[in-house]
Structures are given as C-alpha cells and as structure tokens.
C-alpha cells in the first residue's frame, strides 16, 4: 500500500470514524476513502488531503506526515525532456525490475538519490540549433538561388 493510504487509515481509525462517517464529512463515497485505504486508487488531489486534515483537526506534524505521504505517494514519474538518455535507461530498468527488488536493492536506490555533487545541469547535452534559411549567409543563399 502507498504510503498515504496507510496514513489515511490510521489517521481515520484514532479519530474514531467509521469511513462512511468520514467518506460524509468530506463529501465522498465511503467506496472511495476505503479505495483510498487499500491503496486501489491512485493518490487523491491536494484538496482532498487538506480538507482531510481540516475534517480530522490534525496537528501540524500530522498534517505535514500526511502531505509528505501524498507526495511520496505519486505513482508516475516526469524526467525533464532534456535528460540524458542514460537518465532515460536507468530509470527504465528500474521499471522493469521494481516487482522483483528485494528491500537491500531499494535501499540503495534511495542512498543514491540522496548523493549531492553532480546535477543532471552538469551533462546536460547543448540544444541542437536548427539552421533556418534565414540564417545562412546572404552569400550561400545567393548561390542556392541561381542554381
């Protein structure tokens, strides 16, 4: 289950709600908090979780717990159109192998994205610029025109 939904559940169960009591204090279907809370839906909007910690009267920790939840809880990924390619196929294999990773192995994974040094600014590839016509030498274009 993502990290949300284990949050959503326990946040629900120590304030004493039923999800149909809750799933009505917030304007849903109780099929959707308990979707929510085996983890069947993606991650909720914003909104929702802020009208959750507003409705659940959580304390600043809790609500941030619960905001870094949802976001820790985002199923897709967006790499800048300008990574580079090896950015592209790491993060592929990654795809491929995350059913079969054992704790050790994403454990790693994590230590590395904590690394500091390099950016991906560093080995960022120059913008390829394309030569319009317009940009050639009045010369080169002289002579392209006679021919």
């Known amino acids: 289950m993502s990290p949300f939904s284990i949050l959503l559940h326990e946040f629900r169960l120590r304030s004493n709600l039923r999800q149909s009591d809750l799933a009505e204090k917030l304007g849903y279907e109780q099929s959707y908090l308990s979707s ?3 983890g069947r839906k993606g991650r909720p909007t914003r909104e929702f979780v ?40 790491a993060l592929n294999e990654i795809r491929r192998a995350m059913d079969h990773l054992c704790p050790a192995q994403i ?8 690394m500091t040094g390099e950016s991906l600014d560093d080995h960022k590839p120059d913008r390829l610029r394309i030569k319009r016509r317009r940009d050639r030498p009045i010369k080169q274009m002289e002579d392209t025109e006679m021919e």
């Open 36 to 38: 929510l809370e085996v």
């Open 107 to 114: 454990e790693i994974f994590r230590q590395t994205a904590r």
């Open 50 to 89: 802020l009208k959750l910690v507003e409705v659940l009267s959580l304390r600043d920790q809790d609500a941030e717990e619960l905001l870094q939840a949802w976001e820790d809880s985002c199923r897709t990924i967006e790499i800048p159109a300008d990574a580079p390619r090896a950015l592209y196929e």
